[in-house]
């Protein structure tokens, strides 16, 4: 069996004040420590807006070290995937990736980067065009473990999950608002990297053109909603050396009650929770022991 690691979509939100994070925070206290002792991956978020430093890096690198097993996942930088113009047509512009690798250099060094997350819209048809874009994002970053996020339809039929085999890139598989050919749940394995991600089913506010990312993303997955993913992400650590399970609906902290919960059902036990959280959503009743307090080396 590969090895199944779950966490939430980034760290820093001013929203899980109170929520997730004690609010007042006590003196010294940092975000992405504390999430460390409870999970043993973490998508970095800020890296698809701007290109990450290599001086950021190293402190992320250094604020996980409690937790041998931690890795994180990354987005690569919209500037590759994402057209000016909304829509993909071509190879990628030219955006520095020289920039882009040396930032997250010290993450790659330090043996911590599980996956380089390719996250592209729903407008991103798998065609002649869509096939030069990948090429030639692979070309570039080639030697990093790849990970495609699409979101239409046409990325499920056999012919594009051979053309990501054959580059050795592995295939997101997602949980989304279900729209006019929007890509279904699956457990599709296109390299030896699973990676699941969970958006929430907010269908109200996911098409609405003028919602903001809290209104698109406030969504707590009830555990009856999970548990055709926990048996997706068992099937895909069967063949997987690694899988990555990522909750991306961050609004209030309802990712990481998601995030808790699967890795419960996944684990077999109870696990410890954020102090409060419980209270906040108590479907984490059955998941969480409560009280527990995770040793500083993670919580798995």
């Not at 929203?15 to 994070?21: F, T």
């Not at 874009?133 to 056999?158: G, K, M, Q």
Request: hydrophobic fraction near 40%; include cysteine; aromatic fraction near 12%.
């Amino acid at each position: 069996m590969g090895d199944v690691l779950v966490g939430p979509a980034g760290w820093s939100y001013e929203d899980w004040k109170g929520r997730v994070y004690p609010h007042p925070a006590p003196r010294g206290f940092d975000p992405l420590r504390f999430l460390a002792r409870f999970f043993d991956v973490v998508e970095i978020n800020s890296s698809f807006y701007r290109p990450p430093s290599a001086k950021s890096a190293r402190t992320w690198v250094s604020r996980v070290e409690a937790n041998p097993r931690f890795t994180f996942t990354a987005k690569l930088y919209q500037g590759f995937t994402h057209a000016p113009g909304g829509r993909e047509t071509g190879p990628a512009p030219p955006v520095p990736a020289g920039a882009f690798l040396e930032g997250i250099g010290p993450i790659v060094e330090a043996g911590r980067l599980g996956a380089l997350l390719l996250q592209f819209p729903w407008s991103f048809r798998y065609g002649p065009p869509a096939r030069a874009l990948v090429e030639e994002l692979w070309n570039r970053f080639r030697d990093l473990p790849l990970v495609l996020e699409a979101r239409h339809a046409t990325w499920s039929e056999p012919e594009s999950e051979e053309f990501l085999r054959a580059l050795g890139i592995g295939f997101c598989n997602i949980d989304q608002p279900r729209g006019h050919d929007s890509l279904r749940p699956a457990a599709r394995l296109t390299s030896p990297v699973g990676y699941v991600r969970l958006h929430g089913r907010n269908a109200a506010n996911w098409f609405r053109r003028d919602a903001g990312a809290a209104e698109r993303y406030d969504y707590l997955y009830g555990a009856a909603e999970l548990e055709p993913w926990v048996e997706r992400t068992r099937a895909l650590a069967g063949e997987a050396r690694q899988v990555f399970v990522v909750t991306n609906n961050h609004f209030q902290g309802k990712g990481v009650a998601n995030a808790l919960m699967l890795r419960a059902r996944l684990e077999g036990r109870r696990v410890a929770s954020p102090p409060g959280l419980e209270r906040l959503y108590p479907a984490l009743g059955d998941f969480v022991e409560s009280g527990a307090t995770p040793p500083p080396g993670g919580g798995a």
